[in-house]
């Protein structure tokens, strides 16, 4: 479930701004800021709930014809997804995009080679927010592969299994 904050504009640009120095999509970044001070394991299972609200935003974008709003929160769930691994294997916080691209590679090794492909094309879809050039079919395609991800991370970090 996701609620509607609204804040002031001035803030929302700040947001937006400090989001993308990082690298980050806001509801990334918001999501990092909130968590920042949880035990590993407590972080791991809130990013993944929050890849999974992320997944249904992106669908009612999608329903609402925002390819560009639903790309972007398709790659924010996938990289919240990655991001979930690292803290529930190793306690480790990933923090930018190479550490992200760097980690898709141990989660690879320990979920399956598929893992790559996904994560390259939710990556994609990352640059489509800021370039619009990706159409409904890539979004609702990678879509599809970004919620296999989550769901095997989803398996992973709630039920306590370690790969």
């Not at 709003?69 to 690292?86: H, I, M, P, R």
């Not at 790559?116 to 890539?138: I, K, M, N, P, Q």
Request: aromatic share 8%; proline share 1%.
């Amino acid at each position: 479930m996701s609620t509607a904050i609204i804040v002031p504009a001035i803030i929302a640009r700040r947001l937006r701004e400090k989001a993308e120095r990082l690298g980050m999509s806001v509801d990334e970044y918001l999501v990092e800021l909130l968590l920042q001070d949880l035990d590993p394991r407590d972080k791991a299972r809130d990013y993944i709930e929050a890849a999974v609200d992320l997944l249904k935003l992106a669908e009612g974008e999608l329903e609402k014809g925002n390819i560009r709003q639903a790309a972007e929160k398709v790659w924010g769930a996938a990289a919240l997804a990655v991001k979930a691994y690292a803290l529930w294997r190793e306690g480790r916080r990933l923090s930018s995009h190479g550490e992200l691209w760097e980690y898709k590679d141990r989660l690879a090794g320990e979920l399956g080679d598929w893992v790559t492909g996904v994560f390259r094309e939710a990556s994609s879809l990352h640059a489509c927010f800021y370039e619009g050039w990706c159409t409904r079919r890539d979004v609702e395609e990678v879509l599809d592969a970004v919620r296999r991800l989550v769901d095997e991370v989803v398996n992973a970090v709630r039920g306590g299994r370690r790969a």
